[in-house]
T-cell receptor, first 112, second 115 residues
């Protein structure tokens, strides 16, 4: 079945860039997503990228997709303490719109 | 309401008891999902409702788990004879439409602890 993997933890200093990485196994992925989960809250969609794109930029967020290597990354420029959260990578395959597979999540800690 | 709401926010129960978790989706959202998130793990798909169609129950881990939804409104997830391995955060999400660009709006979750 589909598998999505992320590293569990990342620590950066305020003002630096953060790069959160994700790998997935499903070659038929159509959309890939990044969700943010703040403490005590549900998941919030940050951004998504279609599988025929290489890059998507949205203000401080840059998503890079290497479809050949099945590697997705999220770069947060000028990381702020408010960016501290768990970031989930997710992929949707072409087999069914309800089958979104999430990674384990990467906990981002921003050090002031 | 403005977002997806879930109740209770926290639930502590004894092994063997039944629990019922509630989800209020965003008004007008036809699709509703339940997920389970164990500590340190990703989201595990449980069940999906779309309008009045038969739900996709393929993610339910055992027959102790069941869910209902009336039309496009509230959904309840019931766990019978709870076990300690049921301890997790149960997340509900709703979506305005089906289709390839569908995105999901998540509730804050119900934290279930089975003693």
């Amino acid at each position: 079945g589909e598998d999505v993997e992320q590293s569990l933890f990342l620590s950066v200093r305020e003002g630096d860039s953060s790069v959160i990485n994700c790998t997935y196994t499903d070659s038929s992925s159509t959309y890939l997503y990044w969700y943010k989960q703040e403490p005590g809250a549900g998941l919030q969609l940050l951004t998504y990228i279609f599988s025929n794109m290489d890059m998507k930029q949205d203000q401080r967020l840059t998503v890079l997709l290497n479809k050949k290597d099945k590697h997705l990354s999220l770069r947060i420029a000028d990381t702020q303490t408010g960016d501290s959260a768990i970031y989930f990578c997710a992929e949707r395959n072409s087999g069914g719109y309800q089958k979104v597979t999430f990674g384990t999540g990467t906990k981002l800690q921003v050090i002031p | 309401g403005a977002g997806v709401s879930q109740s209770p926010s926290n639930k502590v129960t004894e092994k063997g008891k039944d629990v019922e978790l509630r989800c209020d989706p965003i008004s007008g959202h036809t699709a509703l999902y339940w997920y389970r998130q164990r500590l340190g793990q990703g989201l595990e798909f449980l069940i999906y409702f779309q309008g009045n169609s038969a739900p996709d129950k393929s993610g339910l881990p055992s027959d102790r788990f069941s869910a209902e939804r009336t039309g496009e409104s509230v959904s309840t997830l019931t766990i019978q004879r709870t076990q300690q391995e049921d301890s997790a955060v149960y997340l509900c999400a709703s979506s305005p439409t089906t289709g390839i660009q569908e995105t999901q709006y998540f509730g804050p979750g119900t934290r279930l602890l089975v003693l």
